[in-house]
């Protein structure tokens, strides 16, 4: 089966970084594109950041550009979320997810459309 698994979240000050990451098993990870959202206590689920198959399309929701960046290493298997400036409002639980080849110019709003998810990794900014 298919199991996505992120993993580098903790507790961190504002203006402080951490890196996420994210793997995949029972797929042919360079087939996929990745994803990450984020959803805090009471908030809807949001997306952060989207990465192309091949790494050669990012997207980033305007919250987050400038700050986060995403990547991945194909040979490695991971895709890997960067994060830097971290604000408060960055507090919420993040989850990897994967879909064949592409972010589309609105996988934001496409969430169903997303076939795999991890069991989300918690970053904590305290202020």
């Known amino acids: 089966q298919v199991q996505v698994v992120e993993s580098g979240g903790g507790l961190v000050q504002a203006g402080g970084s951490l890196r996420l990451s994210c793997t995949a098993s029972?797929?042919?990870?360079?087939?996929?594109?990745i994803s990450w959202f984020r959803q805090a206590p009471g908030k809807e689920r949001e997306g952060v950041s989207c990465?192309?198959?091949?790494?050669?399309?990012?997207y980033y929701a305007r919250s987050v550009k400038g700050r986060f960046t995403i990547s991945r290493d194909n040979a490695k298997n991971i895709v890997s979320l960067q994060m830097n400036s971290l604000k408060p409002e960055d507090t919420a639980m993040y989850y990897c997810?994967?879909?064949?080849?592409?972010?589309?110019?609105?996988?934001?709003?496409?969430?169903?459309?997303?076939?795999?998810w991890g069991q989300g990794t918690q970053v904590t900014v305290s202020s």
């Open positions: 997810a994967a879909r064949v080849n592409f972010c589309t110019t609105d996988w934001a709003q496409e969430e169903l459309l997303w076939a795999y």
């Open positions: 029972g797929l042919t990870f360079d087939d996929y594109a």
């Open positions: 990465i192309s198959w091949s790494g050669g399309s990012t």
